[in-house]
């Protein structure tokens, strides 16, 4: 069974009254995916690490498509709970990640696999609160999490 993936950016640039719009698609087709939604509740402490239950993921260079994103609040996503975890992305309240291997060249341009090999937790860490940056930091907040992962199982 194979799964496609597709990564649409649509830039739109306006200047002195004229607006400029291109839209860029990527496809990338691969045999298994990770597909995560999950709403978390953040605990007293809000910058406490959040675990995100069934995610486990073996190889980097298998990874054909990346979207990742926090709603709700700032953080970062890590590869697993331990003290050494690597870091896969700093993420911004609703701004997703998105990457596509794209034959070998990176998509978008700039952008670069995230992902490690042999993790075994997907953990957020959230910012702390900030009355501008991160309003939405709260205790008892919930906070959305979605990771999205095409790869070619190896």
């Known amino acids: 069974m194979s799964f496609n993936h597709e990564n649409k950016i649509t830039y739109r640039y306006t200047s002195a009254g004229a607006t400029e719009t291109k839209e860029i698609t990527k496809t990338e087709t691969g045999t298994s995916e990770i597909n995560i939604s ?10 406490a690490d959040l675990d995100i239950p069934g995610f486990d993921y073996a190889s980097k260079a298998a990874a054909l498509s990346v979207y990742l994103r926090i709603d709700g609040v700032k953080g970062t996503l890590y590869s697993d709970a331990s003290s050494n975890a690597d870091i896969i992305a700093n993420l911004d309240d609703g701004v997703p990640f998105v990457w596509s291997k794209n034959g070998g060249t990176n998509f978008p341009p700039g952008a670069l696999n995230p992902m490690f090999d042999s993790t075994s937790s997907l953990v957020v860490k959230p910012s702390g609160y900030h009355a501008v940056h991160n309003p939405l930091a709260i205790h008892s907040g919930v906070i959305a999490v979605t990771a999205r992962i095409l790869y070619d199982a190896v």
Do not use: Q
């Open 38 to 47: 999950k709403n978390v509740t953040m605990g007293a402490t809000v910058t």
